[in-house]
């Protein structure tokens, strides 16, 4: 991680009823990226998340209203930006994203703007079948294709944020449901920022219940593809327009 400050690092874990695994997600990053702050965006969940999150040691903003990723996403980068952080680093509160793979994905950004934990890169065991894979397969290639590079993972909710990622994404962020994943990288494209991937072995959700069956997570991929071409149309963002 040449030239950067770990002090300078925000984790943001969003979270939505997560109190079984957001306090041993806190702990485990704390215990990998001491010196990193770790915030915890309570998407204003029906359970104690706010108060595991706070007992583990995280800094924890409350959302009023269910935004989903993308508003907690949004909400962490204008926090990040407002108190001078130079990295952002997501992580989600369930516990499948393994804090161990913070400092790679951190160090890749000396050459990257954006850099994603990808679950179908080399070395990292995923599995996926049926349309729910055929369709993640058409978004890494589509998305592959806006950012001229070779993307694997284009939905993963684990990625690292440099310092102009950071100053776009606090003012561009997608709010809107879906925009988390690839409607925010064609965003970062558009903007002439760098994206690159690195394989990351995720593992199974440590606790709660998922918010996606196979169904639901098969139409959930298929409005993803939806919100990419949505986003094609919106007019890039120069990023020395956005101070």
């Not at 104690?48 to 007992?55: K, N």
């Not at 199974?204 to 959930?220: D, E, F, I, M």
Request: some cysteine; hydrophobic content about 50%.
């Amino acid at each position: 991680m040449a030239g950067i400050d770990r002090a300078r690092v925000m984790i943001v874990v969003p979270a939505f009823n997560e109190r079984e695994a957001v306090g041993a997600v806190v702990a485990e990053i704390n215990e990998v990226m001491p010196e990193a702050t770790v915030v915890v965006v309570d998407d204003a969940s029906h359970d104690d998340t706010a108060a595991v999150a706070s007992a583990a040691g995280a800094t924890v903003l409350r959302l009023p209203v269910n935004l989903g990723v993308g508003g907690a996403m949004r909400a962490g980068f204008r926090l990040a930006r407002e108190r001078g952080f130079d990295v952002v680093v997501q992580v989600d509160g369930d516990g499948q994203h393994p804090a161990r793979a913070i400092p790679e994905l951190i160090g890749g950004l000396d050459e990257a703007d954006v850099v994603i934990g990808a679950r179908f890169a080399g070395g990292a065991e995923y599995e996926a079948r049926g349309p729910r894979r055929w369709a993640m397969w058409l978004l890494a290639h589509a998305v592959s294709a806006v950012a001229r590079t070779r993307l694997t993972d284009a939905t993963s909710g684990f990625k690292a944020a440099g310092p102009r990622a950071v100053r776009l994404f606090a003012h561009t962020y997608p709010a809107e449901y879906l925009g988390d994943t690839v409607e925010a990288l064609v965003i970062a494209a558009r903007s002439g920022l760098v994206i690159r991937q690195l394989p990351v072995s995720m593992r199974p959700r440590q606790g709660g219940v998922p918010s996606q069956g196979v169904l639901s997570a098969t139409r959930h991929l298929v409005r993803a593809s939806l919100a990419f071409c949505l986003a094609l149309f919106r007019p890039a963002v120069p990023l020395e327009e956005v101070s």
